[in-house]
């Protein structure tokens, strides 16, 4: 049997490495956490620059060292470029982490991918990078490998913890609000694929969710980053405006809490409004936004069987509807590893080993996809992101947006007032 037969697709390399680093975990090889807040030079010295620091970071460079050779020799790619290439990237996404770990930057909600973003465009558009730099990239098998990560932390008993008012908000918003994204975006003609990410970024949890349907199609990665920008961008004055916006209208803190939490679509954001607001509409705005964060699976899985339906009856040039058996070869299979992962955590996975390792496997997923959108930067020309000559996905992420808003505040009043 020749080398060339064993190659893997990049789905079930995903689905091996994931589990592989969970096995690593749940066997008591746990990396440790690296701390990368800090507030002056003196904290960035002492805390995030210490030995011991700098000893976490390299311990988890490593493990996610060796993942990456691991996954290039399944996959059949140049492993020479690729210990060359990787290093790299881990320290330009370090240096990332350590931006967004500042506590001036952390005021204003600024998430570690967008500085990983930014620092990769500015290198890809300012030096010209090799080929061979650029095909040792594997984008999507970072986001993948990060997204079976993100299993762990989707677990059903939790569900009932979120309250059945919270519950039935998210799935009412969810649905309403995703449904009427893509129909704007069928309206304005934009295509599948963006219609897609958008809808999902909307209506579910913004740049988590953008990326669970980007990797659940085999998403474009600029349409991916346009669409990750768009919710960074609205989600700072959202976060400012709206707790101000419910305390002119009166309303109570579950209610806000309600509204903040099923209208903002990053949690970080949705934490520092509910904050500006009090204790308990901090604790029902993450209820909420919790409510929706769960639906992810779900939505990425449907989303799956939705568009490798419609791949297959593009090819087939819509003469014959698709087989099972098509149906099943075009499934992306990490959604598979996603599943097994988070029911694993659910009713396998005793309550005390869950407990010490989800820090570790919660860092180490927020790490692949950091690693993801650096090379997203580095593989992206600024023109290509930001010369948007069709402005419609802009016009329908705005239209989308106030409909999620007005449609979650009416639910927030009618289930929480």
């Known amino acids: 049997m020749s080398a060339k037969s064993l190659v893997l697709s990049e789905d079930w390399v995903v689905v091996i490495l994931g589990l592989g680093i969970i096995a690593l975990a749940l066997f008591g090889i746990v990396a440790p956490v690296p701390s990368f807040g800090w507030s002056d030079t003196n904290e960035l010295s002492s805390k995030v620059l210490s030995l011991g620091n700098l000893g976490a970071m390299g311990l988890q460079f490593i493990l996610v060292y060796v993942t990456a050779i691991i996954g290039a020799i ?3 790619k140049n492993l020479k470029a690729l210990l060359v290439v990787f290093p790299l990237v881990y320290f330009l996404t370090l240096f990332a982490l350590v931006l967004a770990g500042n506590a001036g930057v952390k005021s204003f909600n600024l998430e570690a991918v967008i500085f990983s973003l930014v620092i990769g465009l500015v290198i890809s558009n300012f030096f010209k990078l090799p080929a061979w730099f650029k095909e040792a990239l594997n984008t999507e098998m970072y986001v993948k490998i990060g997204l079976v ?15 059945s008012l919270g519950l039935i908000q998210a799935l009412v918003v969810v649905v309403s609000v995703w449904y009427f994204a893509f129909w704007i975006c069928k309206k304005l003609k934009i295509d599948k694929e963006m219609s897609l990410m958008l809808s999902s970024a909307v209506s579910i949890c913004g740049v988590s969710a953008a990326i669970a349907t980007s990797g659940a199609i085999e998403g474009d990665n600029k349409k991916l980053s346009y669409v990750i920008s768009l919710v960074l961008v609205t989600a700072v004055p959202m976060m400012i405006f709206m707790p101000y916006l419910a305390e002119l209208m009166g309303l109570s803190q579950e209610v806000t809490g309600a509204w903040l939490g099923g209208s903002i679509d990053t949690s970080g954001a949705v934490a520092a409004s509910g904050t500006l607001v009090g204790e308990e509409a901090l604790k029902i705005s993450t209820i909420v936004k919790f409510s929706q964060n769960v639906l992810l699976g779900i939505a990425a899985f449907f989303i799956s069987i939705y568009w490798t339906y419609s791949k297959s009856v593009d090819d087939q040039t819509k003469k014959d509807k698709p087989t099972l ?26 309550a005390e080993t869950t407990a010490q390792i989800k820090d570790s496997l919660k860092s180490l997923q927020g790490l692949w996809f950091a690693l993801a959108f650096t090379s997203i930067g580095l593989e992206t020309n600024f023109k290509d992101l930001f010369k948007q000559d069709n402005k419609k996905p802009l016009y329908a992420f705005l239209i989308a947006q106030t409909f999620n808003i007005i449609v979650t505040l009416i639910l927030a009043i009618t289930l929480f007032g």
């Open 325 to 350: 058996k098509l149906i099943w070869e075009r499934f992306p299979k990490f959604v598979v590893g996603f599943v097994f992962v988070s029911l694993m955590f659910s009713f396998v996975v005793p």
């Open 149 to 163: 990560l993100l299993g762990t932390t989707v677990i059903f008993g939790d569900i009932l913890k979120a309250g």
């Open 74 to 76: 399944l996959l059949g």
